[in-house]
């Protein structure tokens, strides 16, 4: 199936043929109102008949047209198995990463050069800094962790590309006796070579701080909300143990449409009242309880 250009092309090709011919057609025929004055004699070679008029068959014209087009394109695609790509497991690995030029853009994070671990290291900090307690706010410290990892790469490349200016140009100046200022000249020429270069790392930087800073502000944004909720939720948990200890009924949080256990609770609400007179606010209930269930897994699993 030929593609949009190739049909306009055809068309095109078309309508300037069927105009050729009906120019010849009417250059042929005898204009209105003129009378026909070539004779016999003026005839070409001496015949008594005018000369026929010249055939003209545009369907073969429209044939020979899609014949050329037909084998314009299977001498493409017959160019095209030539250039296939990497076949290889090294080459399509290699050719993966052509795209990767500073490591400050794409959904490739760790560049072949980077230690995993410290990356793991990396985001075990910031997971404990901001301690997520949704699936959305882990998201979150994930992408600001790596917008993070981007941003430390900034530095190393600037000095990169410094050292290598001072190696390529490091014949440059020669003239000049004083080696402070030899030194300076050829800072200068390096950041002249590769201006682009540094504008663009600097570009990049503000654009990960520009995100990292929105980032941020989303997930605190989204942990006051959660944690005000969480705030309503225990105070209203409160209200019902109370109203159970007047009816003289047994405190269920489960039963009574918690997602908390009676365990749970009562901890928190220890640890918050250990905590409140010292710093005047109330501590983070999920924090506090996700920390309580995993010792208490750590304990059963001893």
Known sequence: MPNRAQRRAAERQNQRLAAKANKTTLAQQVPIGKPQTMNATASVGGSDQPPPPDTFNFQD???EIKETSEARRAANRANAQYSTGPKTPEGKAKSSMNAVKTGLTGRSVLLPSDDALMYYEHLDRHFAEFAPATNKEKALVQTIADTEWRLLRIAPLEAGIYAVGRRKLADQFADESNLANRQDLITAEIFLTYRKDFSNLALQERRLRNQRKADVAELQQLQQERIQQ??????????????????????????????????????????????YPLTHRDLDFDTVVAAYRAAQKEQNAA
């Not at 489960?254 to 997602?259: E, I, N, R, Y």
């Open 230 to 275: 969480r705030r309503d939720l225990i105070a209203h948990a409160r209200q019902v143990a109370n109203r159970c200890a007047q009816l003289k009924r047994d405190f269920y949080p489960a039963g009574l449409g918690f997602d908390f256990t009676f365990g749970e609770y009562t901890h928190f609400c220890d640890r918050n009242q250990e905590q």
């Open 61 to 63: 014209l429209v044939d």
